[in-house]
């Protein structure tokens, strides 16, 4: 089995960095839902589905399930479908129902249940030989597809100072600081996460409103080594940072990305200088039920 996937050093089309000075003076946010499928889930899911099926991890006519509940399995959906593949979709009955929708008009077999009755299903699954199962969580193979990201600002913005990221399953921010890293030895990552659930930052998962961040599960691919902190903020701060991006600028972004804002804004009243890059992974679309 290869374990790495060799990816161009840049995508073609760079997703915007948007000056925001009406807010602060140095504050950009970098707009990856305008990628396809909306999200900065295409940076990686779709090359690594591609890559899995060149190098016959997979085959045309498998079927490929995944537990989650958001943009992940939209990305999955999207791309296994159009490699000749059979996309299945474990989601909790908290799912949006925006992605759920979207899910079923893409073609995926979706199954809304509990958290104890969707282990036994995945576990079912990775007996079948038939069926791939996606388990993003820990699978190394992902975290440097989302090290464009990081080439990108660094392109767009060769001065920047700091990097926030929302955590999910650790995966996109490491990517993303690794590959910035090797660029600006200056230029420092931040990860952010619900007050309410510091599953990162403390190993504490609680209730939270800010839907594809702070799962209740394992990070095995966070690495804390190269992010500079974890930035912790109340979901309702988010959503309201989210609808200040939509009043204000016209910004479509979702709650996520309303978190990486609230980061940046603490960094800069915490004193970090120069320029400030908040990550919109997500938009509203998919929240707004």
């Known amino acids: 089995m290869q374990d790495s996937i060799s990816i161009p050093t840049k995508t073609s089309t760079a997703t915007p960095l948007i000056h925001l000075p ?36 997979i085959k045309k006519g498998d079927k490929v399930a995944m ?12 791309i296994t479908v159009r490699l000749g593949l059979h996309p299945i979709a474990v989601l909790p009955p908290v799912a949006p129902a925006p992605i759920v929708r979207m899910l079923r008009w893409l073609g995926a077999e979706v199954h809304i ?9 995945m576990a079912a699954y990775q ?18 597809l989302y090290g464009n990201v990081g080439v990108e600002i660094f392109e767009q913005l060769p001065e920047v100072a700091a990097v926030t990221v929302g955590i999910g399953t650790g995966i996109s921010v490491t990517g993303i600081a690794r590959a910035l890293k090797r ?4 230029a420092k990552v931040y990860g952010c996460e619900p007050e309410e659930s510091p599953v990162a930052s403390q190993g504490k998962w609680g209730p939270h409103k800010i839907p594809g961040l702070a799962p209740p599960i394992a990070q095995p691919l966070l690495d804390k080594s190269i ?3 974890i930035v912790l903020v109340p979901s309702d701060r988010a959503w309201e940072r989210a609808k200040d991006l939509a009043h204000g600028f016209g910004i479509m972004a979702g709650p996520s990305s309303g978190c990486t804002l609230d980061a940046a804004l603490q960094l800069r009243a915490r004193g970090v200088e120069g320029p400030i890059v908040a990550i919109l992974a997500c ?5 707004l039920d």
């Open 22 to 57: 009406e807010i602060d003076k140095m504050l950009y946010v970098k707009v990856e839902y305008e990628n396809p499928v909306a999200a900065m889930k295409f940076r990686a899911i779709p090359p690594f589905f591609e890559h899995l099926l060149n190098i016959g991890e």
């Open 67 to 78: 537990r989650s509940a958001g943009s992940a399995a939209v990305a999955m959906a999207w």
């Open 127 to 144: 007996e079948d030989d038939s069926v791939y199962v996606f388990g993003q969580a820990g699978e190394h193979r992902l975290v440097d």
């Open 183 to 186: 660029l600006s030895p200056t």
């Open 283 to 287: 938009s509203i679309g998919e929240y």
């Open 227 to 229: 992010i500079e902190d």
């Open 113 to 121: 249940v509990k958290p104890d009755e969707a282990k036994k299903m």
